[in-house]
């Protein structure tokens, strides 16, 4: 599994927070599942930064349920009061299921339609210990019903997103088209269609979020050496990906990330 904390800005800044695998009959349809559980002193709130993985999450929480595109930027959420939430990311093969255009959804956040899901998840997350799992059992066994046998064309999809966001020897859609021995048009659709981002801007995320945590982890490292172990041209085009996306510069997230900083 991924790093708990890749795509978080600011772990010191997390309420209690879990990423749960799927159960093994779910694993084609989720990467993850994730519960965040908070309890903040009225006056008080948290927030919380992300650079999220290009992919879109089913998010149950008290209130009911919505379904979260993929974003463009980087994107952020107030926590008050006390609260929890059950999220699954998606696998490309969920997708189809669940919505015709992810494109639509870019950057977009929309209640989702889930007759009894929010109130079985909710049954679970109050069931005492082991309500964690209890909930992301709920979450994937619907998800399973929703959307069937697993095609072919949905495992292929599968495989693009894996590599895309695995494989740090990808630098370009061509060498993603090749490895999956398809033609970049077709890439790009598969793409559009499970994800709604582009396989270029799909493989900026993963290198935008490796940078993020390597920055934080290791403050000392020279940022030239980052750009030029994670494929970025030079530092400049590395500054000018966490402006762009992030809004502010790789400079002021180590100062702010680091130990010393808020």
Not at 18 to 26: E, Y
Not at 58 to 74: C, K, M, P, Q, Y
Not at 194 to 216: D, F, K, N, T, Y
């Amino acid at each position: 599994m991924v790093d708990p904390t890749r795509g978080v800005l600011y772990p010191a800044r997390l309420p209690q927070f879990h990423r749960l695998p799927p159960p093994v009959d779910a694993a084609e349809l989720v990467e993850w599942c994730w519960i965040p559980e908070w309890d903040i002193e009225p006056g008080r709130s948290s927030r919380q930064d992300l650079v999220s993985f290009p992919a879109l999450n089913l998010v149950v929480e008290e209130g009911g349920a919505v379904l979260s595109g993929a974003t463009t930027r980087a994107s952020a959420r107030e926590l008050t009061g006390r609260g929890w939430a059950v999220g699954a990311l998606l696998r490309p093969a969920a997708v189809a299921a669940l919505t015709e255009a992810p494109s639509a959804l870019l950057d977009r956040v929309e209640a989702y339609p889930a007759a009894g899901l929010p109130e079985a998840v909710a049954h679970a997350m109050s069931s005492g210990d082991g309500h964690r799992e209890r909930a992301v059992a709920v979450l994937c066994d619907w998800l399973r019903e929703r959307v069937g046998e697993v095609t072919a064309p949905a495992r292929h999809a599968n495989a693009m997103a894996e590599l895309l966001m695995s494989d740090p020897d990808v630098r370009t859609p061509e060498q993603a088209a090749a490895r999956l021995a398809v033609s970049v048009r077709t890439l790009q659709r598969m793409a559009h269609r499970h994800v709604g981002l582009s396989p270029a801007a799909m493989i900026r995320r993963r290198r935008l979020q490796e940078a993020a945590e390597r920055i934080r982890s290791a403050p000392g490292t020279d940022l030239a050496t980052v750009a030029a172990d994670l494929g970025y041209a030079d530092q400049s085009h590395l500054a000018n990906d966490f402006r762009a996306v992030l809004g502010f510069t790789a400079s002021a997230y180590r100062a702010d990330a680091g130990p010393g900083g808020a």
